[in-house]
């Protein structure tokens, strides 16, 4: 199985709503990353998890909040988002500690902050 | 400062041409890169990889792309496309940090019947 799975498949959420995405894998994958990708625009790097521990956070703000509560599952939590915030938020997963190791990606989130 | 670069931006070409997409880095030291594509309404996915070894490396779906660490090239390859081709190509690179995948901006390529 070399799936990784996220849901919900799309999300439209107010600015004062709380909501959750989910990523799920279970290739035995020990990193597992969020990426941001805006339109006809390459994904950007969020948040890398290792071991279940976060190892790498590129300046996201805050009403961002990753959590990965174990080896096959990552959430990423949004609160207060902004309008500028709606992307297709892409989760990945791959051995960690392997500098050449592929990245397997899920179809995204696409998120609509109105 | 680190970067990638992609030369084309939008690529239109006939079924059964050629096609060559050029990526550049500005890295120091070791790098390791990937040629990713990204279908209409799918995820992204591998197409190849280089991290060691022959600097031309074969992919997917008869792609390949060589390595040419004096121009700081990593250009990809395919000697005659088909419409299934049409898809945006990222090219991405990793150096010395771990899990720091950096993509080039991306070239949606066309394929026309």
């Known amino acids: 199985d070399t799936e990784v799975t996220q849901t919900p498949k799309h999300l439209v959420m107010g600015m004062t709503n709380k909501k959750s995405l989910k990523c799920e894998q279970h290739?035995?994958?020990?990193?597992m990353y969020w990426y941001k990708q805006k339109a006809k625009k390459p994904p950007e790097l969020m948040f890398v998890?290792?071991?279940?521990?976060?190892?790498i956070n590129e300046s996201v703000p805050s009403r961002f909040s990753p959590e990965c509560p174990n080896s096959s599952l990552l959430n990423l939590h949004l609160h207060a988002l902004q309008p500028e915030d709606s992307a297709l938020y892409l989760c990945?997963?791959?051995?960690?500690?392997?500098?050449?190791?592929?990245?397997?990606f899920g179809p995204g989130t696409r998120l609509t902050v109105t | 400062a680190q970067s990638v670069s992609q030369h084309n931006h939008h690529v239109i070409l006939s079924e059964a041409a050629s096609l060559e997409l050029g990526c550049n880095y500005s890295?120091?030291?070791?790098?390791?890169l990937f040629w990713y594509v990204q279908y209409p309404g799918q995820h992204l996915q591998l197409l190849l990889k280089?991290?060691?070894?022959?600097?031309l490396v074969k992919g997917i779906k008869g792609f390949e792309a060589e390595f040419i660490k004096s121009k700081f090239s990593f250009n990809l390859r395919k000697p005659s496309v088909q419409w299934s081709d049409t898809a945006e190509y990222f090219c991405?690179?990793?150096?010395?940090?771990?899990?720091?995948?950096?993509f080039g901006a991306g070239t949606q390529v066309v394929v026309t019947p």
């Open positions: 280089y991290f060691s070894g022959d600097p």
């Open positions: 290739m035995g994958h020990r990193a």
């Open positions: 890295y120091g030291g070791t790098v390791n």
């Open positions: 998890y290792s071991y279940e521990k976060l190892s």
């Open positions: 990945a997963s791959s051995h960690p500690w392997v500098v050449a190791g592929e990245q397997y």
């Open positions: 991405a690179v990793t150096g010395t940090s771990w899990g720091k995948l950096q």
